[in-house]
């Protein structure tokens, strides 16, 4: 089981909702990662758990919230989102977070609308 | 500063034909390179990941090639076929100890009948 699966896969939501991104993954990885993309740009990294902690953040607005409750599940907690966070929402796993560890998976994505 | 660069942004091509893909890169110090094809609101699904001693590596229709001392890679596609239409992402992982990936734009490729 190569497969990191991602709920929902398409979500709207307004301004003043509360919503969260689920992430799933049961290979054994030890290091989760959320990106963010918006249409033709490269995935941008927002988070990464490793072993259950919070080990980067790359300076994400507070309204998007990370949350690790064990090492198979990844969760982003949105709240008083803008439109311009609308994006495409992707999820990651690899062995551990160490440079060299090999393969990073991705799942499906989850795109989000902001209105 | 650590980028990726990918050529053409874009590329038609008739169904059956072979192309090439260009990465160049200033990442610093290189840990490995990796190819990801991308459809469109899809996540990206890795092609091939290469460190600095292996200069190719091929699965199935794809071969990448990695020259570590011009800093380059390509990805061959032979007899490309329409389930090829998608974004390829080149992607190198700086070693900093921590897996950290420097994406480029991507080129996207349109595969025609």
């Known amino acids: 089981d190569t497969e990191v699966t991602q709920t929902p896969k398409h979500l709207v939501m307004g301004m003043t909702n509360k919503k969260s991104l689920k992430c799933e993954q049961h290979m054994g990885h030890r290091a989760m990662y959320w990106y963010k993309q918006k249409a033709k740009k490269p995935p941008e990294l927002m988070f990464v758990?490793?072993?259950?902690?919070?080990?980067i953040n790359e300076s994400v607005p507070s309204r998007f919230s990370p949350e690790c409750p064990n090492s198979s599940l990844l969760n982003l907690h949105l709240h008083a989102l803008q439109p311009e966070d609308s994006a495409l929402y992707l999820c990651?796993?690899?062995?551990?977070?160490?440079?060299?560890?090999?393969?990073?998976?991705f799942g499906e994505g989850s795109r989000l609308t902001v209105l | 500063k650590n980028q990726v660069e990918q050529s053409p942004q874009s590329l038609i091509i008739l169904e059956g034909k072979n192309c090439t893909l260009q990465?160049?890169?200033?990442?610093?110090?290189?840990?490995?390179l990796r190819w990801y094809k991308q459809d469109t609101g899809r996540g990206p699904v890795s092609l091939t990941i290469?460190?600095?001693?292996?200069n190719t590596k091929s699965n199935g229709r794809y071969t990448a090639t990695l020259d570590a001392d011009t800093k380059q890679s390509s990805l061959h596609i032979t007899a490309s076929q329409l389930s090829d239409s998608a974004s390829y992402i080149c992607v190198v992982s700086a070693r900093t100890g921590f897996q950290k990936l420097v994406f480029g734009t991507g080129t996207r490729l349109l595969v025609s009948p």
């Open positions: 290469m460190t600095f001693s292996e």
């Open positions: 990465c160049n890169y200033t990442v610093s110090p290189f840990s490995n």
């Open positions: 990651a796993s690899s062995q551990d977070s160490r440079e060299g560890s090999g393969e990073l998976f």
């Open positions: 758990y490793s072993y259950e902690k919070l080990s």
